[in-house]
């Protein structure tokens, strides 16, 4: 099988150096960091965004990508909504054909309790005047000619799109380049450069960046990152495995999922698998830290997610990797510049199977490719969106939850607007960082 598109085998795009003297340094090339970037400059703010490794080469190009308002948390619904209108426009600003397409996502119902909870969660979409609906037996039938499999119901929301990730995030970046943000690969943050408790500047391996303004976005690096300041971030990652079949017939153009089995239809013919398996946690230090926070979510959810009794090393929560370092040492960041966890094989087979029992026109379905990626969660399955409680000047973009793709470019015009003082348009007091120290009890989405 060939090996992720996105690598430090390619050459960087945008290899800096990156200025000495800035307004904003956006930690993070991801999909949060690019997009939030992207506005800031669009507001007139000089910005840097500085990545340890590539642009999209860690979770932002390796999901499945799903552009989905469907099964949104109610408070990330508004936003979503927002964010399906912004990857139109900016799809528009790019000859990069990076795969959008409104092709739909279907959830399909195996059990009548998983048909209720679509069922109340219609009625979230209902009130925000989504296009979702309910499917009967008879109406996922003729949604879906040739899946030999039966369902009790399903929910559909046609407006929902797709797009190829290792190519689209790529694109928001020569269109936040071209805005004026000076983006810099290769390019580690080390640390902050804090006086009286706000951001003057931050130490890079390549040396200090004035600056008086910082917008973290690095994915499952961000809880480390903080932890060298002693700020505790309850975050963890997750291991999920994603396959990429050769082209095959046209058998579904959206996107769909049942409690065994997701798949999306891609831009090149094949079809993306995934959710053939628990997502899988390494046990490390932060796993201890974090887990009074994570009792909710294991108490609803105890066989989600399966355990590993440590991380490779160099990974975020790795036993051996360090938690403090000063500005002018290696960190953590420049020893991993991409983290590219390997496949779970077992996955690899058991996705390829499920999609061949469901379609078996097909015949038997093989991998083209497969890899995986470590997804930033959080103990509510929802993100962080707020101003650092305990650093002047810093804004916190991270814990997307496996949800940062489809919402990235509403996601970063909220995170600009809290740089900048801007209207944000949304209320954020759901992802607040102080949500996990002031006391609140854990609330988990409906679906």
Known sequence: MGGF?????????????????????????????????????????????????????????????????????????????????????????????????????????????????????????????????????????????????????????????????????????????????????????????????????????????????????????????????GISLPQLSVRETVVATAPLPDVHAGAAADDGLAFRRRQDGGYTLAGSGKAELYIGPDSFRALPHYLPQLRAAPFDQSYRPAAPNGFPDAWGTPRRWSGDEESPFERMRILDPAPNRRYVDRACRRFAERYPELGAVKAQTAWAGMIDTMPDIVPVMDHSPDIEGVVIGTGMSGHGFGIGPGAGRCLAALVTGGEVGHDLARFRASRFTDGSPIVLPPL
């Open 5 to 229: 598109p996105i690598s430090m085998r390619n050459p960087a795009v945008y290899p800096g150096p990156p200025p000495t003297d800035t307004d904003v340094v956006v930690i993070g090339g991801g999909v949060i960091g690019i997009c939030t970037a992207l506005y800031l400059a669009r507001a007139g703010r000089r910005v840097t965004l500085l990545e340890k490794g590539r642009v999209a080469g860690e979770q932002s190009s390796r999901n499945w990508g799903w552009i989905r308002q469907q099964g949104r948390d109610p408070a990330e619904l508004p936003i979503m909504m927002e964010a399906l209108h912004l990857w139109q426009e900016l799809a528009a600003e790019t000859n990069v054909d990076f795969g959008l397409r409104q092709t739909g996502v279907t959830y399909l119902a195996e059990t009548e309790k998983t048909l209720a909870g679509y069922e109340a969660w219609a009625g979230v979409a209902a009130a925000q005047g989504l296009d979702t609906r309910m499917l009967s037996p008879g109406e996922v039938a003729g949604m879906f000619p040739g899946l030999k499999r039966s369902y009790t119901g399903g929910m559909t929301t046609p407006s929902d799109m797709r797009a190829e990730p290792w190519l689209a995030v790529p694109a928001l970046a020569g269109i936040a380049a071209r805005a004026g943000v000076s983006i810099v690969e290769g390019c580690a943050v080390r640390r902050l450069d804090v006086t009286g408790g706000r951001i003057t500047g931050v130490f890079t391996e390549a040396g200090r960046v004035t600056c008086a303004q910082v917008v973290l976005a690095g994915g499952a690096w961000s809880a480390l990152f903080l932890r060298n300041h």
